[in-house]
């Protein structure tokens, strides 16, 4: 907003009405840009949520810098500061990366390995047992006959704040079909709704299969990373692009070039480091510096790694390198998160560490520095969630 000193808020001649509107147009455009650009308010109530699958839980840290200064140095590792219950999340596993704010709209979604989605509205005020329309909502992703073959579990979720859009990843269970739900307006969703299952709410992998992250950029751009699927053509023409494959879509779909059996905007081949099989993963997008994070498990090497490419990629060869790695990722990591518009990034263990709730926080990572362990959470022993503020 202009200071006081400024000539929008100096021309006496010209009439109040008139005045008035031009400011209610310069605060409309204000919040319309802060949506395109995936900005959030800026709110003192939270700094770190996560979602402990033990206890159904969300527990939450107002400062990221006092945790990682705490970890870095030894210290006593602060105690949330808040909890965040509901009689609704009883029964509740949440799925892996499942869940996701919203700091623009005051939204904190939840989606669990059946498709339903719990939203906490106005997360940074909550606390306590949730239970009234006003403070929870939630809504399912499909009917129960929308399922895939054999059944479905529902993984990795991400939202574009820009757009109100709430990608969600779908898997059958033995990894044969694929698909990612994307809510429109997810915010307006009503309490008690299913999401029609249909070609609005679909972004369908056509040919691919286990996926395995998505995350959302700006422009309406979604990244998703798969285990595998259909062999596609190289640059040259020759059929032998398979395995496990990175790809970026806009505007609702994944484009492909069907003449030529050639994935546009796709990155797969040995050079990009993507291991085959692939298992598992997690996808983060760095909103400041236009980079993706690509959590892959061990491969042959026996190393969990973190690949990092950047948006440009995506419009050149299909087999290419990683632009830069995190150095020495985490061995039991298993999933990633961070702010769109922020400098930290989180990871949290598999069940696999032991119960141990084990967390992971990156300062600034696209400088390329190493994490730091903040062990033995308060509260926390199976985090399967993550989500920090900007």
């Excluded at 000193?5 to 031009?22: D, N, Q, Y």
């Amino acid at each position: 907003m202009a200071s006081e000193g400024h000539a929008l808020f100096k021309v006496p001649e010209t009439p109040l009405p008139i005045r008035c509107s031009a400011l209610r147009l310069l605060c409309l455009g204000a919040i319309a840009l802060a949506g395109t650009l995936g900005c959030v308010d800026r709110d003192d109530g939270a700094g770190l949520y996560l979602f402990d699958n033990a206890s159904r839980t969300v527990q939450v840290w107002q400062d990221l810098e006092q945790l990682h200064s705490a970890a870095r140095s030894g210290g006593e590792i602060p105690k949330p500061v808040r909890a965040i219950k509901s009689s609704l999340f009883r029964g509740l596993s949440l799925a892996w990366g499942g869940m996701a704010l919203d700091g623009f709209r005051h939204r904190l979604y939840l989606v669990s390995e059946d498709g339903k989605v719990h939203v906490i509205l106005d997360p940074a005020n909550r606390e306590g047992e949730v239970s009234r329309p006003s403070d929870i909502i939630f809504f399912s992703l499909g009917a129960s006959g929308d399922r895939l073959r054999g059944g479905s579990v529902f993984g990795q979720a991400a939202l574009d704040p820009g757009k109100d859009i709430l990608y969600v990843v779908e898997n059958a269970r033995d990894g044969d079909e694929t698909r990612l739900w994307q809510v429109a307006n997810a915010s307006k969703v009503a309490n008690h709704a299913t999401v029609a299952r249909d070609e609005h709410s679909i972004l369908k992998a056509e040919g691919d299969r286990q996926g395995a992250g998505v995350a959302a950029g700006p422009f309406h751009r979604v990244y998703a990373l798969f285990g595998g699927g259909e062999v596609y053509e190289d640059d040259r023409g020759a059929q032998s692009l398979r395995g496990p494959r990175l790809r970026q879509g806009t505007a609702g779909a994944f484009p492909a070039s069907l003449q030529h059996r050639r994935p546009m905007h796709t990155l797969m081949g040995p050079g990009t480091r993507l291991p085959d099989p692939l298992g598992h993963g997690s996808l983060a997008y760095d909103g400041r510096q236009h980079e993706l994070y690509v959590l892959v498990p061990p491969g042959d090497a026996g190393r969990t790694a973190i690949l990092v490419f950047g948006d440009g990629q995506f419009n050149g060869r299909h087999d290419q390198a990683p632009a830069r790695t995190l150095p020495d990722p985490p061995r039991d990591l298993r999933i990633l998160a961070r702010p769109w518009d922020g400098n930290w990034m989180l990871g949290a263990a598999g069940t696999a560490s032991g119960g141990r709730g084990a967390l992971y926080l990156w300062k600034a990572p696209h400088e390329g520095g190493g994490h730091v362990e903040v062990p033995n959470l308060p509260g926390v022993t199976d985090i399967r969630g993550m989500a920090a503020a900007s």
